[in-house]
């Protein structure tokens, strides 16, 4: 049985960093494309970044360019995100998802591709 695990959640403020983590089980890592969605309350699932296999590839939701960084350590079969500069419109509830793909350098941005998700860790960023 595939699980995830997010980790690192929070309140913190405005300007301030946060660094989740999520650490699948039951599932090869290597195998795997790893994404971070978000949903805010009374909004849908959105791609936020994702990384490839390999971690050679990344590709990040524009609001996020520039202030967030997913990384992968598959020795440590972790895959992170770095979230710097919060803002309050960054306030969700953010979920890892996992893909199993062939090719070592894609990356999936529809959540409709993932097969196996988190559960969810909040993140509430004060104005």
């Known amino acids: 049985q595939v699980q995830l695990v997010e980790s690192g959640g929070g309140l913190v403020q405005a300007g301030g960093s946060l660094r989740l983590s999520c650490a699948p089980s039951?599932?090869?890592?290597?195998?795997?494309?790893m994404g971070w969605f978000r949903q805010a309350p009374g909004k849908e699932r959105d791609f936020v970044t994702a990384?490839?296999?390999?971690?050679?590839?990344?590709y990040y939701e524009d609001s996020v360019k520039g202030r967030f960084t997913i990384f992968r350590d598959n020795a440590k079969n972790t895959v992170y995100l770095q979230m710097n500069s919060l803002k309050p419109e960054d306030t969700a509830t953010y979920y890892c998802a996992a893909l199993r793909v062939g090719s070592v350098r894609y990356v999936g941005t529809s959540a409709s591709e993932y097969d196996y998700w988190g559960q969810g860790t909040q993140v509430t960023v004060s104005s």
């Open positions: 990384i490839s296999r390999s971690g050679g590839v990344t």
């Open positions: 039951g599932l090869t890592f290597s195998s795997a494309a």
